[in-house]
Nanobody, 125 residues
Framework: QVQLVESGGGLVQAGGSLSLSCAAS????????VGWFRQAPGKEREFVAA???????SYADSVKGRFTISRSYVKNSMYLRMDDLKPEDTARYYC???????????????????WGQGTQVTVSS
Protein backbone atom coordinates (compact mmCIF):
# COMPACT_ATOMS: atom_id res chain seq x y z
CA GLN A 1 0.00 0.00 0.00
CA VAL A 2 1.02 3.55 -0.68
CA GLN A 3 0.20 6.40 1.66
CA LEU A 4 0.20 9.95 0.32
CA VAL A 5 0.25 13.09 2.46
CA GLU A 6 -0.14 16.57 1.01
CA SER A 7 1.13 19.78 2.56
CA GLY A 8 1.67 23.39 1.64
CA GLY A 9 -1.86 24.65 1.19
CA GLY A 10 -3.06 27.92 2.62
CA LEU A 11 -4.55 31.33 1.97
CA VAL A 12 -2.98 33.56 -0.66
CA GLN A 13 -3.96 36.69 -2.54
CA ALA A 14 -4.69 36.62 -6.24
CA GLY A 15 -1.47 36.79 -8.20
CA GLY A 16 0.47 35.05 -5.47
CA SER A 17 2.19 31.69 -5.39
CA LEU A 18 2.06 28.48 -3.40
CA SER A 19 3.96 25.23 -3.54
CA LEU A 20 2.28 21.98 -2.62
CA SER A 21 4.13 18.84 -1.62
CA CYS A 22 3.02 15.24 -1.52
CA ALA A 23 5.12 12.74 0.39
CA ALA A 24 4.70 9.04 -0.32
CA SER A 25 5.37 6.22 2.08
CA UNK A 26 4.87 2.49 2.13
CA UNK A 27 6.38 1.92 -1.30
CA UNK A 28 8.70 3.70 -3.67
CA UNK A 29 6.67 5.53 -6.29
CA UNK A 30 9.54 6.33 -8.64
CA UNK A 31 8.00 4.13 -11.35
CA UNK A 32 4.43 5.28 -10.71
CA UNK A 33 2.37 7.76 -12.63
CA VAL A 34 1.44 10.65 -10.34
CA GLY A 35 -0.99 13.51 -10.56
CA TRP A 36 -2.64 16.45 -8.88
CA PHE A 37 -6.38 17.01 -8.82
CA ARG A 38 -8.61 19.55 -7.16
CA GLN A 39 -12.18 19.76 -6.00
CA ALA A 40 -14.16 22.87 -5.17
CA PRO A 41 -17.36 22.73 -3.09
CA GLY A 42 -20.27 21.46 -5.16
CA LYS A 43 -18.06 20.51 -8.08
CA GLU A 44 -16.53 17.29 -9.34
CA ARG A 45 -12.89 16.48 -8.82
CA GLU A 46 -10.93 17.82 -11.76
CA PHE A 47 -7.54 17.16 -13.23
CA VAL A 48 -4.76 19.67 -12.66
CA ALA A 49 -1.46 18.11 -13.70
CA ALA A 50 0.20 14.73 -14.17
CA UNK A 51 3.66 13.24 -14.44
CA UNK A 52 3.46 9.83 -16.09
CA UNK A 53 5.72 6.90 -15.31
CA UNK A 54 7.48 7.54 -18.65
CA UNK A 55 8.34 11.11 -17.69
CA UNK A 56 5.73 12.97 -19.69
CA UNK A 57 3.89 15.87 -18.06
CA SER A 58 0.43 17.18 -18.86
CA TYR A 59 -1.65 20.06 -17.56
CA ALA A 60 -5.23 21.21 -17.57
CA ASP A 61 -5.72 24.13 -19.92
CA SER A 62 -6.84 26.30 -17.01
CA VAL A 63 -3.46 26.02 -15.27
CA LYS A 64 -1.08 25.66 -18.21
CA GLY A 65 1.72 28.19 -17.97
CA ARG A 66 0.98 28.93 -14.30
CA PHE A 67 1.43 25.56 -12.55
CA THR A 68 4.39 23.20 -12.66
CA ILE A 69 4.42 19.58 -11.56
CA SER A 70 7.65 17.94 -10.50
CA ARG A 71 8.83 14.96 -8.53
CA SER A 72 11.81 13.85 -6.47
CA TYR A 73 12.80 10.22 -6.79
CA VAL A 74 15.20 10.60 -3.87
CA LYS A 75 12.54 12.00 -1.56
CA ASN A 76 9.75 9.78 -2.93
CA SER A 77 7.64 12.89 -3.35
CA MET A 78 5.83 15.03 -5.89
CA TYR A 79 5.24 18.76 -5.99
CA LEU A 80 2.98 21.36 -7.54
CA ARG A 81 4.28 24.87 -7.94
CA MET A 82 1.39 27.30 -8.45
CA ASP A 83 2.06 30.84 -9.70
CA ASP A 84 -0.26 33.70 -10.63
CA LEU A 85 -3.03 32.16 -8.59
CA LYS A 86 -6.60 33.17 -9.30
CA PRO A 87 -9.74 32.99 -7.12
CA GLU A 88 -11.04 30.22 -9.35
CA ASP A 89 -8.08 28.09 -8.27
CA THR A 90 -9.63 27.86 -4.82
CA ALA A 91 -10.21 24.19 -4.04
CA ARG A 92 -8.98 21.26 -2.06
CA TYR A 93 -5.97 19.81 -3.84
CA TYR A 94 -5.24 16.10 -3.89
CA CYS A 95 -2.23 14.13 -5.02
CA UNK A 96 -2.65 10.70 -6.56
CA UNK A 97 -0.50 7.83 -7.75
CA UNK A 98 -0.85 4.59 -9.65
CA UNK A 99 1.61 1.83 -10.45
CA UNK A 100 0.07 0.59 -13.69
CA UNK A 101 1.80 1.22 -16.99
CA UNK A 102 -1.46 0.66 -18.79
CA UNK A 103 -3.01 3.96 -17.77
CA UNK A 104 -4.81 5.32 -20.80
CA UNK A 105 -5.84 8.75 -19.59
CA UNK A 106 -3.75 10.29 -16.85
CA UNK A 107 -6.33 13.09 -16.56
CA UNK A 108 -9.03 10.75 -15.23
CA UNK A 109 -9.32 10.36 -11.45
CA UNK A 110 -10.45 6.77 -11.94
CA UNK A 111 -6.98 5.88 -13.22
CA UNK A 112 -5.38 6.40 -9.83
CA UNK A 113 -5.46 3.85 -7.02
CA UNK A 114 -3.82 5.90 -4.28
CA TRP A 115 -4.94 9.28 -2.97
CA GLY A 116 -3.95 11.69 -0.30
CA GLN A 117 -6.39 13.44 2.04
CA GLY A 118 -5.97 16.79 0.34
CA THR A 119 -4.82 20.25 1.29
CA GLN A 120 -6.92 23.40 1.04
CA VAL A 121 -5.89 26.25 -1.22
CA THR A 122 -7.84 29.49 -0.94
CA VAL A 123 -7.14 32.42 -3.23
CA SER A 124 -8.63 35.76 -2.25
CA SER A 125 -9.43 38.46 -4.77
Amino acid sequence: QVQLVESGGGLVQAGGSLSLSCAASGRTISSYGVGWFRQAPGKEREFVAAFTWSGRTSYADSVKGRFTISRSYVKNSMYLRMDDLKPEDTARYYCAADSRRTVVNEMAPSEYAYWGQGTQVTVSS
